[in-house]
């Protein structure tokens, strides 16, 4: 019997930089049940909503190169669709290192779609500049530059296969308050309670993956019992989620600049998990921020 409450559409947008396995990932959801759409107009995707149920799931690729793209116009229609009872979305982003990228175009000798008349490295360099803020925004991220095509299959269908007796995918991820709470999370933790490493002149370049900024984190007198009671908490709730027919759950970490505190948590909770059993995969939003920034002008400067 059907929920009243269920959403009339799942949604996926699949989307990323040319070469990165945007196409592959459209017929892997096909594979898995998905109508699959790709290269749709995204002022077309209002009406596709507007329409009746189609009774399974639609994947739609968004393509750079499709005329009315912009990454503006893209977070406004994920916002917009966010907030519509109708809709449950989820974007998935197809990323890649650059160098990665060029090989690609390299072997195939395609042109790049944005850069015709140019070397592929300056196409390259401008899409991912062009999708930069999108990429923050996705909630899935996948990044194939070591994938194979049947390790992007199985990781595609432990996040999106909706066939019966699946597992529930828990995501934490790590996030900075001054630039928002991430969309798409079901529930949020602060950590801004917890000792700093940004006032340590030796931490504060780096981040909570490193094992001195973690161990000054988990320093602090109240870590401990926050992490006790916090997993206690989790491992409480995760499989209520299941037994309730949930297939994902979002688990945000916030502190002031999204690069200390939340990413030692998250590093430490999403081990807890994945040590219990749970299928989990750890993101941190500012490091891709950062880390993004960083391979668009290592492209453009080796380009220059």
Same mark, same amino acid.
């Given at each position: ?17 040319? *070469? ?12 898995? $049940? !998905? ?7 995204? #002022?077309?995707?209002? @009406? ?9 799931? %639609? ?7 499709? @005329? ?14 966010? @907030? ?8 998935? !982003? ?29 196409? %390259? ?51 900075? !308050? ?5 969309? *798409? ?16 002149? *030796?931490?504060?370049?780096?981040? $909570? @993956? ?36 949930? #297939? ?23 081990n807890a998990l994945a040590d219990a059993g749970w299928p989990v995969s750890k993101r941190h939003r500012e490091l891709e921020r950062k880390a993004a920034g960083a391979q668009a002008e290592a492209v453009k400067a080796g380009d220059a």
């Amino acid at each position: 019997m059907t929920n009243p409450t269920d959403p009339d559409h799942r949604l996926v947008f699949v989307t990323g930089p040319s *070469g990165a396995g945007r196409t592959t990932a459209i017929r892997v959801l096909e594979d898995l $049940g !998905y109508e699959g759409i790709d290269n749709i107009p995204l #002022s077309l995707v209002p @009406r596709l909503v507007d329409g009746a149920p189609l009774g399974r799931p %639609i994947a739609l690729g968004l393509d750079p190169r499709n @005329r009315d793209f912009n990454p503006t116009a893209l977070i406004e229609l994920i916002d917009s669709l966010t @907030r519509d009872p109708r809709v449950e979305l989820e974007v998935l !982003y197809l990323d890649c290192a650059p160098a990665i990228l060029i090989q690609r175009f390299s072997e195939t000798r395609r042109r790049h779609p944005l850069a015709p008349n140019e070397t592929p490295a300056q196409g %390259i360099a401008l899409e991912l500049d062009l999708l930069a803020p999108v990429r923050v925004r996705a909630d899935h991220l996948i990044d194939t530059t070591e994938l194979n095509q049947h390790e992007l299959k199985a990781e595609i269908a432990r996040l999106f296969d909706v066939g019966p007796g699946g597992q529930l995918s828990v995501s934490v991820q790590s996030f900075s !308050y001054k630039r928002g709470i991430p969309r *798409g999370v079901d529930m949020i933790f602060d950590c801004r309670f917890l000792a700093n490493p940004h006032w340590q002149a *030796g931490l504060r370049d780096r981040n $909570g @993956r490193d094992p001195e900024v973690a161990a000054f984190v988990a320093g602090d007198s109240r870590f401990d019992p926050f992490i006790a009671k916090l997993l206690d908490l989790l491992l409480f709730l995760l499989p209520a989620h299941l037994e309730e027919g949930k #297939s994902q759950l979002a688990i945000g970490f916030g502190c002031t600049g999204g690069q200390h505190r939340s990413v030692a948590v998250v590093e430490m909770v999403g081990n807890a998990l994945a040590d219990a059993g749970w299928p989990v995969s750890k993101r941190h939003r500012e490091l891709e921020r950062k880390a993004a920034g960083a391979q668009a002008e290592a492209v453009k400067a080796g380009d220059a």
